[in-house]
């Protein structure tokens, strides 16, 4: 049975695709069957696992409107080696159209338990937002991984997301839980960084993970070639420590 997870923050450029599509690619690398969702009409993580946004014939905005199955719609990112259910800016109309249909918020969860068996991890990318999109990713999930950099306001932007997933956990998915906060362009030579990370863990515990993911400009190079930094440099500082997390993802759940 696939484990699903959300990487969510309600805030733009925190790190939430390249978390996705590197984990996805450390998984993939430690022998996990993945598949990749998302749900950001920007579709950056698409084009990040090397499927062209313009060229796909079905995405998830098609499985959200209930004109495709995900088994259709994902495609398999050869040089990736994880399955892509792709995003383009269609999907920012589905926001509108879903409000009209039943069950709106729950389309992707039911769509995806059709393909439970043929994955071990789906991760759902979603968009800078607390939207109808984000809401489909949040009631799919079993868990919420929070990219976060260790920044002065970081502690209190969290506070909208985990009212949310507490309200989604009360209302709509009583699997959901936030299973870890994931400090991303960490810079332990700056000293706010360091106080942040450790107010972070007095606060948060054992949900903030033991890796930390440092800068690295090759993580940032990655997606213009189409490819995670776990795969377009497999020895940079960066793609080691998301290969790190993947293996603490598949450590975590084992015993979740
Ligand atoms: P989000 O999806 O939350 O908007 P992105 O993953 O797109 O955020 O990251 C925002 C920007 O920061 C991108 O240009 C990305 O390449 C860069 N970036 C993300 N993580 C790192 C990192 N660890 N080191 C350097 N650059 C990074
Ligand atoms: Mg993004």
Not at 76 to 84: F, I, N, Q, R
Not at 108 to 137: H, Q
């Amino acid at each position: 049975m696939a484990k699903i997870f959300c990487i969510a923050n309600q805030k733009g450029g925190v790190g939430k695709t390249t978390t996705t599509v590197n984990l996805a690619a450390g998984l993939a690398e430690v022998g996990q069957r993945v598949l990749m969702v998302d749900l950001d009409p920007q579709g950056n993580a698409t084009m990040g696992s090397g499927v062209d946004k313009r060229q796909m014939a079905l995405s998830v905005y098609d499985v959200l409107l209930e004109s495709a199955s995900v088994a259709e719609a994902a495609v398999y990112s050869e040089k990736c080696g994880y399955h892509v259910l792709g995003a383009n800016r269609e999907l920012a109309g589905a926001e509108v159209e879903l409000v009209e249909v039943e069950r709106r918020e729950k389309r992707l969860k039911t769509s995806l338990a059709e393909v439970a068996d043929a994955y071990d991890f789906v991760l759902i990318d979603c968009p800078p937002s607390l939207s109808m999109l984000t809401l489909n990713g949040l009631c799919a999930a079993h868990g919420v991984i929070v990219p976060m950099q260790c920044e002065y306001f970081a502690l209190e932007g969290l506070t909208d997301l985990v009212n949310t997933i507490k309200q989604v956990h009360a209302n709509l998915n009583k699997d959901l839980a936030i299973i870890g906060l994931l400090r991303v362009m960490f810079d332990p030579r700056i000293t706010l960084q360091q106080q942040v990370s450790d107010q972070l863990k007095a606060h948060f515990g054992d949900k903030v993970f033991d890796t930390v993911i440092p800068r690295n400009v090759r993580l940032a190079e990655a997606p213009s070639y189409g490819l995670p930094g776990v795969v377009f440099d497999p020895s940079a500082r960066g793609s080691q420590a998301f290969v790190a997390f993947a293996q603490e993802m598949v450590d975590r759940i084992g015993k979740l």
